[in-house]
């Protein structure tokens, strides 16, 4: 008789694996982050191993967590669904998302096992205990490698997700430039930075900002921005005759933000001892 069981039942048998690996990976990072938490599948390890060596009580416990773990994922996955698809809740990121996403897999894991284990012609890998255990220990070792690779890419991912959004913040300032000797308003101004210089349909990154320019009467030109941004940026103003000048636009940001021009000096020209302006230098 082959070492190793019908396909399905090897699937069964990693998907348990797999299961039981998310378990003890969800555990030790509940563990990281301060607090305990016990999932019962991570006893999926044993019993998918169970699975691939033909024992008879894992097959039994296999069944039993499967169903369990159907009904208890089906019915609340099934209420998400419906309540995010029909606008009653609102599924928020990443742990809506990928929560959903989570339990509709292990929805599906459970129910193929259920069918997998009760599948006729399949009862008599269970009759006997399997004495060459090798291929399938070489088998439950490459599905734990794997399972958790997977999920712990998946937790670093959640956390700095969870991170990013920890830190993003929305912010709404008015830019107000003005002359900084006579206090009058500006007809013309620019702006550079990566706030603003970021392409239509470039990569999603922040910080990310919509724009719109109006004219103040009196205060001149002025520019309001708003979007949302993780930590500070810096915005340049540019304006005809003046010079330029940097602000930050921080999480304590005023809503008006007033920023002083400084005129550019006119460079006088050269004159010579009458005070006539002066000849190009080289000629006469």
Not at 12 to 18: D, P, T
Not at 64 to 80: D, I, K, Q
Not at 178 to 192: D, I, Q
Request: net charge positive; charged share 20%.
């Amino acid at each position: 008789m082959s070492s190793l069981p019908p396909r399905h039942l090897c699937i069964a048998g990693a998907l348990c694996i797999a299961a039981g690996v998310g378990a003890v990976t969800k555990m030790i990072a509940a563990l990281i982050a301060g607090h305990i938490f016990i999932d019962p599948f991570f006893s999926g390890i044993p019993l998918g191993y169970g699975i691939l060596i033909g024992r008879a009580s894992s097959r039994k416990w296999a069944l039993f967590f499967a169903v369990a773990g159907l009904v208890f994922t089906a019915g609340p996955g099934a209420w998400m669904a419906y309540a995010y698809l029909t606008g009653g809740v609102r599924v928020t990121y990443p742990d809506g998302t990928v929560g959903l996403v989570v339990m509709v897999l292990f929805a599906a894991s459970c129910l193929y096992v259920i069918m997998a284990l009760r599948r006729s012609g399949h009862q008599e890998w269970f009759a006997v205990e399997k004495e060459e255990t090798a291929v399938a220990k070489s088998l439950a070792w490459a599905v734990v490698a794997v399972a958790a690779f997977l999920h712990i890419s998946q937790q670093t991912s959640e956390w700095r997700a969870r991170k990013t959004l920890e830190q993003v913040y929305p912010f709404h300032v008015k830019v107000v430039p003005y002359n900084a000797e006579n206090g009058k308003g500006l007809a013309s101004m620019s702006f550079s930075g990566e706030a603003v210089n970021q392409r239509s349909g470039s990569k999603s990154q922040l910080p990310r900002v919509v724009r719109r320019t109006s004219f103040g009467g009196e205060d001149g030109i002025q520019d309001e921005f708003n979007g949302v941004a993780s930590q500070p940026f810096d915005l340049t103003v540019h304006s005809e005759g003046f010079e330029d000048k940097t602000i930050t636009v921080t999480r304590e940001s005023e809503k008006v933000i007033r920023v002083p021009m400084q005129p550019l000096v006119a460079t006088q020209p050269k004159q010579d001892a009458d005070g006539k302006p002066a000849a190009p230098d080289g000629k006469k």
